[in-house]
């Protein structure tokens, strides 16, 4: 049985599904590793059911509880796993009478629980029954963390595409990625060690051993999607995305390159619509809005691709504002398309006067 947590709401939440904990841990759960080990099959099913009002789920092998909550207006969602017949191992049933969501926490170490009622829950005594303790043996991921805007340069190093079942099976290396600021998705331990998935920033890689990559702080000083394409292609263009904080080189329908941006705040005019990259290029400017370097304009001299910005005149970039670089949210800038230092400098180097720009939401 996998067990996991969702840091916003609080709640813990148990399957025997490995799809859906991965599910899970994409949309921002945290993998706790395994809380027991059920029987495949019993006389003793473990009912689950889901309030849509509040996100919480229950589970009870009470039939009449699993009704009660139903005609109340939770969802039925039938059988979750099942419950040992041989009493031996029991799972800790305690409630939180403060809390909303998550108000239910099931356990096989009845210290978990004690710890729980000095806190001010309720123990409620056995929920159900596991066969026992899980062996590592059989399942060797010890946690899954979903990561948020962190990144890491890569070495050459082998790609694996089995990290999430604790096993280190190689798809290939690192290759042409070999010095690259690479996003990272996830992080798994395992038996084996520990493991990230990797991706330039959308494109995921595979997973790669964490020995072979650094982390890097101040990524927004980098390349955010690896090595830079060819730009000698038909139909060259450019396509911002306000919603997804991210920039698309393009042949044609095609996405060459991907790179990691801000926009507008919304106190700001967004401009948004066609345009084409006209003939204003700056190596740095400053002006009542802040600063920045490379830049290169798409509407007039007022709205521009450019670097992170920089702190006030004469400092360096602001890094509290750079590290939204790629963040889905509100914007940071007056109403100009901001890049990373690398990605702007290319830019302003590489992309044609004329080349077509289609900005949206």
Not at 126 to 136: E, H, K, R, V
Not at 158 to 174: C, H, S
Not at 187 to 201: D, S
Request: hydrophobic share 30%; proline share 4%.
């Amino acid at each position: 049985m996998f067990r996991l947590y969702n840091p916003n709401s609080g709640e813990h939440f148990y399957t025997a599904r490995e799809a859906e904990r991965d599910s899970l841990v994409s949309a921002g759960w945290n993998y706790e590793g395994l809380g027991w080990t059920a029987p495949q099959k019993s006389n003793v099913p473990v009912y689950r059911v889901y309030n849509p009002n509040d996100g919480d789920h229950h589970y009870t092998t009470s039939r009449g509880e699993t009704e009660v909550l139903v005609q109340k207006g939770w969802q039925d969602e039938g059988i979750g796993w099942y419950s040992s017949e041989v009493k031996q191992h029991p799972i800790y049933r305690a409630y939180n009478p403060n809390a909303k969501a998550g108000a239910h926490h099931y356990t096989l170490q009845n210290g978990e629980i004690q710890a729980l009622t000095a806190k001010g829950w309720d123990d409620e005594g056995i929920g159900w029954y596991a066969l026992g303790q899980p062996t590592y043996g059989q399942q060797d991921i010890q946690s899954i963390t979903h990561l948020t805007n962190q990144h890491g340069r890569v070495k050459n190093a082998n790609v694996l595409n089995a990290a999430q079942n604790g096993q280190a099976v190689v798809i290939g290396n690192t290759g042409k990625y070999d010095g690259y600021v690479a996003t990272l998705k996830k992080e798994v331990k395992t038996a084996y060690g520990t493991y990230y998935e990797i991706a330039f920033p959308d494109n995921v890689i595979g997973w790669i051993d964490s020995k072979d990559l650094s982390l890097v702080k101040e990524f927004w000083r980098y390349t955010t999607g690896g090595p830079y394409p060819d730009l000698n292609v038909p139909n060259l263009n450019i396509e911002v995305s306000f919603n997804q904080k991210r920039t698309y080189v393009k042949s044609g329908d095609r996405v060459l390159y991907t790179l990691l941006s801000q926009n507008v705040r919304p106190d700001y005019y967004a401009r948004i619509g066609s345009y084409r990259i006209n003939s204003y290029r700056v190596e740095s400017f400053w002006s009542i809005y802040g600063g920045a370097n490379y830049a290169i304009g798409w509407y007039d001299a007022l709205y521009l691709f450019h670097s992170v910005g920089l702190a006030p005149k004469g400092g360096d970039y602001d890094a509290g504002l750079a590290d939204r670089l790629g963040v889905v949210g509100d914007g940071i800038s007056a109403g100009c398309v901001i890049l990373s230092v690398e990605d702007a400098k290319w830019f302003y180097e590489k992309i044609p006067t004329g080349t077509p720009v289609n900005i949206h939401w």
